[in-house]
């Protein structure tokens, strides 16, 4: 890919338990040249949740990535998924926190949808739980903004699915419209990310 004349970096996503100091060390190299990007899939700090989506690694083994990865050159980012039925808004608001001092540049925040054909999908088919309201979202999405460090870049503030495989929550908005919602929302309440965010 680097051989491509309109190649100017890389962003490879990747789970935390597949990186090594070789891959690292190959990454750290060609940052010296081109940007370099690793996306670490985390979904949530909870190691109760991890363990029930089946994640396949803990916290720790986030952490260890990241710590791993820091200081060489590479721009580290995150994927985090707000709205697990079984985590209560505080531990949810806690994620905030514990990813602002991970020493990331950027974070993709996804709201829970669940999709045809997933084991997800399964178990809300056979006992069906709450999947976060509109309103309910931009409330929780900005008290996160809120708390995050606000260095922290924003890369997304909520998951898309083609509709035809989308289960739920079904909005009924566009990206455009979500966005705009969030931050009329972070406006009128006259706050911004960061705002309590305590370092």
Known sequence: ALAHPDVVGLSVGTRPDCIDEGKLAWFEETAH??????EYGLQSIHDATL??????????CWLEATARSRNRGIW????VILGFPWETRAQMLQMAAALSGAGLDSIKLH????????AMAREHEQKPFSLLGYDEYLELVTDFL??????ICIERLFG??????????????????IRRDIEERLAGRNTYQGRLWNP
Do not use: C
């Not at 580290?76 to 994927?79: E, V």
């Not at 709201?111 to 997933?118: A, E, G, Q, S």
């Open 33 to 38: 040249r081109r940007f370099v990007m690793i």
């Open 51 to 60: 363990t029930r989506i089946n994640r396949g690694h803990d916290y720790r």
């Open 76 to 79: 580290l980012s995150t994927h």
């Open 111 to 118: 709201h829970l949808h669940i999709v045809r054909d997933t």
């Open 146 to 151: 809120e708390r995050l460090n606000p260095s």
């Open 160 to 177: 898309h699915a083609p509709d035809a495989q989308l289960i739920g929550p079904r909005w009924g908005k566009s990206g455009a419209e």
